[in-house]
């Protein structure tokens, strides 16, 4: 195929025969399991500051360090989790995932239980009376950071197999100008899970405790596992997969992986020789300088609006700011990935040629970051609506990226090449995420001797965030873009 052209054959056979649509019942699996893994992921965020912290006296930097270290934890994990579902496959792969991580949700719900044990407490309202600043209020938070960092760990664990499975599931189900908008599809899951959040967790926690959020929010990984298994397998295998759907999702292929993927035969790029190409670079530099900005706003967003505005995550005012920033979120990101579709079709670019264009066009949104402190002085919706639309920005340049590795790679390496780009990404969260708990922390003790771009204490350290949350996109495709220049596929 020609690296600067891309030309779509559709067979006879496809346009006579009513295709079934089963690819996009997959689809909707992996949305709902997208949106449960970050539903479990925002039980922390939602409940630390207004439910968890004064009974454990945590600080920022006690969150800073929790969020950090799981993030680094999920980027270790990574690198090796896309090989597991790879050497698994999809079925059994993103079965063992989603069990560890639910197992490990509802396990957060201990903690504190745990920690009074070792601390030799009778009740939680012991907890609560202890003098912030003693020794016991300092033993107390210690023990129980470290009680959460092992669930937590153990979360990444199970997390970290996900968009690795799903990737892959979409490049075994959809041909390459379908991808985009499928990851977007199912990656809207993240948005919708980061909105149903708010409306659902902290109600759970004021009305049963911060505990019951946790056990329940992490359940609903099971319900999904039942339907995981009666409903999916490979197309090739799928009862439910005509043979014009099958030649649909085939129609980009080349005679050679045709005949390799109805012999059964499949080329697999080792572990260690993907770090060869330039392409295996460019996923990484994307999501090593952008992912860290989606944590940042998925974790800190409702403590920002706690600690500046004063909106508790169980306020109706705090919930309604939380629903409005995901809101935006999850109907501006599907779009996105709609639209290098549009350039494929209508404009007859290759898929790559297409996402590039549209990447670029996502990575000036979050520009708009820079606004965010200075109008959160007239109104804490301002910040919400810049928020919600670098966070859609962000969605659809993920989607995107994500299936550049469809684009260039074989199948049968398609997870690999999301693990190693997910460490990456699971790095720079990390830094922001530990970095900003220090920083907030560092900054409110220095109150006005600190200063950045007009604000002062804890306002100018969310100045300094959004500033570097800003640019990060225009540097992440500039990166991309000088690694891989033009459409190249990856031979086995």
């Known amino acids: 195929m020609p690296t600067d052209t891309y030309t779509m054959e559709i067979t006879p056979s496809i346009t006579a025969t009513a295709k079934t649509n089963w690819r996009w019942v997959i689809c909707s699996l992996l949305f709902f399991a997208t949106t449960v893994n970050y539903l479990d992921r925002q039980v922390l965020s939602l409940t630390w500051k207004d439910f968890i912290a004064p009974e454990f006296h945590w600080t920022d930097s006690d969150y800073g360090t929790i969020t950090g270290f799981f993030s680094l934890f999920y980027a270790a994990v990574s690198l090796f989790a896309g090989k597991f579902i790879d050497w698994m496959g999809s079925r059994k792969g993103y079965l063992w995932a989603i069990f560890i991580w639910s197992a490990a949700a509802c396990l957060h719900a201990a903690c504190g ?7 030799g407490l009778g009740s939680v309202e012991a907890l609560y009376d202890i003098k912030s600043g003693s020794a016991l209020a300092l033993a107390v938070a210690s023990v129980s950071v470290w009680l959460f960092l092992g669930c937590r760990a153990l979360l990444a664990l199970g997390e970290a197999g996900n968009f690795p499975a799903a990737i892959k599931v979409t490049a075994q ?26 409306l659902c967790i902290p109600v759970l926690a004021k009305l049963w405790g911060w505990e019951m959020a946790f056990l329940i929010i992490g359940a609903l990984g099971f319900v999904w596992m039942g339907f995981w298994v009666n409903l999916y397998s490979a197309p090739e295998k799928s009862k439910y997969v005509n043979k014009a759907e099958l030649e649909y999702i085939r129609q980009d292929e080349t005679d ?34 952008t992912d860290g ?43 996105g990935g709609y639209l290098p579709k549009l350039y494929v079709e209508k404009r007859g670019m290759n898929p790559y040629a297409g996402r590039m264009k549209a990447m670029l066009m996502f990575a000036f949104v979050p520009i708009l970051a820079l606004f ?9 919706w301002w910040p919400a609506v810049i928020i919600g639309l670098a966070g859609a920005a962000h969605q659809a340049w993920s989607a995107n990226l994500y299936s550049t590795i469809g684009d260039m790679f074989p199948t049968s390496t398609v997870g690999s090449i999301v693990g190693m780009g997910t460490m990456a990404g699971g790095i720079s969260s990390y830094i922001i995420n530990k970095g900003s708990g220090e920083l907030f922390d560092y900054a409110a003790a220095a109150g006005d001797s600190f200063s950045f771009m007009g604000f002062t204490a804890k306002p100018a350290a969310y100045m300094v965030v959004f500033s570097i949350c800003a640019v990060s996109y225009l540097l992440a495709w500039c990166a991309i873009k000088l690694l891989v220049p033009r459409y190249k596929m990856i031979e086995a």
Not at 278 to 284: C, G, L
Not at 372 to 380: D, E, I, T
């Open 113 to 119: 239980w745990a920690t009074m044990k070792i601390e």
């Open 173 to 198: 189900y959809f041909p390459k100008k379908d991808r985009a908008f499928a990851t977007a599809v199912f990656n809207a899951g993240a948005s919708v899970g980061a909105l149903a959040a708010p």
């Open 256 to 289: 050679e992986l045709k005949t390799q993927a109805d012999s059964g035969a499949s080329k697999t790029i080792s572990f260690w020789r993907c770090f060869c190409f330039r392409q295996t670079w460019a996923f990484i530099a994307g999501k090593a300088l």
């Open 293 to 335: 900005v989606w944590w940042f706003f998925l974790f800190w967003a409702p403590a920002y609006f706690s600690d500046q505005f004063g909106y508790a995550s169980y306020t109706p005012m705090g919930q309604a700011l939380i629903f409005t920033l995901y809101l935006i979120v999850t109907v501006l990101s599907i779009a």
């Open 372 to 380: 965010a402190q200075p109008l959160g002085m007239y109104s804490a």
